[in-house]
């Protein structure tokens, strides 16, 4: 590549410059830089002492080498400006045949921007707004200007006219700039040019630049919002459903240029997903139509928040201009309950009130149904007893609706407490029943929380002892004695905070008929006195009707007094035995009768005999002489290897038959009393003990009531 010439403006005192270095340089080395070349140099007859054929071909050939050979972008044009009028005035024919006759750009129409000695803009006119009733200024500036300005309007000639289209500044000095007083929509507002005519009609350097719009702004009308093709009034409320993605417009009207839409959320600024749209009025075809759409995702946090539209204009007083609406979310109730007691309610005493909470938009209805009635317990959020009665216990459920939908019910289980109270208890005052047979009573009583049942039994003593004898509503008794005859009553409780409630119901009585019957639960079954001693044997006995026979069935003995029991029918029978006596130890029977049967039962009597000191020393060297008899089998078996202290395969049969036949002898000595002779009697000594024996007479007794021994 070549040296570039890039021809710069010089002023007057270039215009001698004998300087020929940097060209001289640049001819020298054919390097691909830049050498910037005063105009003078290039005008100049002495450059390199070349005639001016030769310098003209030989900036011909600098410039033309300058044009890059690779890739598609050329050298900056405006390199080779020449910006100095004074010298396109004094050399108009060397600059001619330079960039006339010899263009290395040729694909340049004209001049421009190559030569200043061609006209060209200075500066076009550019995009402009005005306020109606404003003036404004069009520039339009010509550099060498020759020919004629003149302007258009939407492709149509502007003449000037006094007062509103006139000339801003000097022709001569190339100033086409138009200044268009009391701007008016209808008039002014369009596309507009400025032209120049040709230098001559040689040149053919003609001007038109590009169409600039001219904008007389109209303020906008107030923007509005609308939604679901209707318009909500400023301060209204925009209505939608919690969940909804609404797309809500905003329109700003008949404005000149349009508008331009935000969008803000209370404070915060929205971007809308869709891009603002601007078309121009069908009845006024100069103004335009800005819309600018929002999808907004809707939710019930956004209520009560303000959404506005703001349209930004100049013609604005303040510069823009907006709307604002409330959000007002719908959304499904949503219910809670606070008040729920917490302890227990106790009736007449204690009050209820509970609110069921319901958030909603709208506003919700609420109803309380109490469970297993129709009709509504309550027609507002608030649930009150006061005071609560057992009336009021039930399950309650909050439901609540409004146009978005139904809430969740909430229910309350309201729980009245009340103390226990009898009802019935019975069968009768006074129940009858046989002997042995089945009774049964019956306690019915009701609260809250449901009472524990307890039936107690008054004997009727002068302690007036308690039993217990159920903890059920019934008391059943399969077999009716004397035992359970006597005064019964009903005990129920139930526990309210913490609190024991107690109630007990009128007594009922239990009267039993029968054979007689000895009460052995009362009874004790032995009795042991020392000898010597007085033994008292006592049985109680009921009978309803009054026993007819009383006796202890021993021949010599009888029944020393009946007395009546402190328990009603019944009856006590005492035998007494003084001084008693090892004979006297036996079972003595009580037989009762009376005109529904007999009962017998048995007492057994221990009378202890202190033992003799002749019998204590007896048995002391009996057991003497058998730990003798012992360690001598020991030491005879060890000396005669018998038993376990055997030799391993010394035993001989016959060894252990002779000693067997000599412990027998030394068991027995002289004079020994065989063993089996201890345990029997003779059969005279036997018959004769027992002819004066009382056990003779117990035989017959025990063989006949057997069965009544317990």
């Not at 035995?577 to 529904?596: H, M, P």
Request: one cysteine or more.
């Amino acid at each position: 590549m070549g040296c570039i010439f890039v021809v710069e403006p010089v002023t007057e005192q270039f215009l001698n410059s004998t300087d020929t270095n940097v060209e001289t340089k640049c001819l020298r080395h054919n390097v691909g830089r830049v050498v910037r070349l005063p105009l003078a140099n290039v005008l100049n007859r002495r450059i390199g002492g070349l005639s001016r054929s030769k310098q003209l071909s030989s900036l011909y050939t600098l410039r033309k080498n300058a044009t890059p050979k690779r890739g598609n972008k050329e050298v900056d044009l405006q390199r080779f400006k020449i910006e100095d009028a004074k010298i396109c005035s004094k050399q108009p024919q060397i600059i001619k045949e330079i960039f006339e006759k010899r263009n290395p750009f040729p694909h340049y129409t004209g001049y421009s921007p190559g030569v200043t000695c061609v006209q060209r803009f200075e500066k076009q006119p550019s995009y402009t707004e005005v306020n109606p009733g404003q003036n404004v200024e069009l520039s339009c500036k010509v550099y060498n200007k020759k020919g004629s300005c003149s302007w258009q309007k939407d492709n149509k000639p502007v003449g000037m006219y006094l007062n509103k289209y006139e000339w801003s500044g000097s022709h001569e000095a190339g100033d086409c700039s138009l200044l268009i007083r009391v701007a008016q929509l209808e008039f002014d507002d369009g596309f507009w040019e400025c032209q120049v005519t040709a230098s001559d009609f040689t040149t053919q350097d003609a001007l038109t630049s590009q169409p600039v719009r001219l904008v007389v702004r109209v303020p906008p009308q107030q923007p509005r919002i609308e939604y679901n093709g209707s318009q909500v009034l400023p301060g209204h409320n925009l209505t939608s459903l919690h969940g909804d993605m609404a797309t809500i417009k905003c329109v700003a009207r008949y404005g000149n240029p349009p508008a331009v839409i935000k969008w803000f959320l209370d404070q915060n600024e929205i971007t809308p997903t869709r891009s603002q749209t601007n078309s121009t009025e069908l009845d006024n075809p100069r103004t335009w139509v800005a819309i600018s759409l929002l999808e907004l995702s809707i939710s019930k946090e956004n209520h009560g928040k303000t959404l506005r539209c703001v349209a930004l204009h100049e013609s604005y007083s303040t510069r823009s201009s907006s709307v604002e609406v409330r959000l007002n979310v719908m959304f499904v109730p949503e219910s809670r309950l606070i008040g729920i007691p917490t302890h227990d309610i106790e009736e007449l005493k204690d009050s209820v009130a509970v609110r069921c909470v319901v958030t909603a938009n709208p506003r919700a209805t609420v109803i309380w149904r109490r469970a297993g009635q129709t009709q509504p317990a309550a027609l507002q959020e608030l649930l009150q007893f006061s005071p609560a009665v057992r009336q009021h216990a039930g399950l309650y459920t909050c439901s609540a609706r409004n146009q978005a939908g139904e809430a969740q019910p909430v229910t309350v289980h309201i729980d009245v407490k009340y103390s226990p109270k009898i009802l019935s208890v019975g069968p009768d005052r006074l129940t009858t029943a046989p002997l042995f047979t089945p009774a049964t009573f019956e306690c019915i009583a009701e609260g809250n929380p449901q009472p524990t049942y307890q039936w107690l039994q008054r004997l009727p003593t002068p302690s007036d002892v308690i039993v217990e004898r159920g903890r059920e509503s019934k008391l059943h008794i399969a077999n009716v004695t004397y035992d359970y005859q006597g005064e019964y009553v009903c005990k129920v409780t139930n526990v309210i905070s913490g609190i024991e409630r107690t109630v007990q119901s009128e007594a009922i009585a239990l009267q039993v008929v029968g054979a007689p019957q000895v009460l052995r639960q009362s009874t004790t079954h032995e009795i042991r006195v020392e000898k010597g001693e007085n033994a008292m044997l006592s049985l109680v006995v009921c009978a309803d009707p009054r026993p007819q026979v009383v006796a202890w069935e021993w021949g010599r003995y009888r029944v020393d007094d009946v007395t009546q029991d402190d328990r009603e029918d019944c009856y006590v029978a005492t035998l007494h035995i003084d001084a008693a006596t090892a004979t006297d130890s036996r079972a003595y029977y009580l037989a009762v009768e009376n005109d529904k049967g007999t009962d017998r039962h048995a007492v057994q009597l221990y009378v202890n005999e202190p033992l003799q000191m002749s019998t204590l020393v007896s048995i002391a060297g009996g057991c003497l002489a058998a730990f003798l008899l012992l360690v001598c089998a020991c030491v005879y078996a060890i000396r005669s290897e018998k038993c376990c202290f055997a030799r391993k395969g010394d035993f001989k049969p016959s060894d252990q038959d002779s000693e067997k036949l000599d412990l027998e002898k030394n068991a027995t000595g002289p004079g020994g009393i065989p063993a089996d002779a201890i345990y029997t009697t003779t059969p005279g000594s036997r018959s004769r003990g027992s002819a004066s024996s009382p056990e003779v007479m117990k035989t017959p007794v025990l063989s006949t009531f057997s069965n009544h021994l317990t």
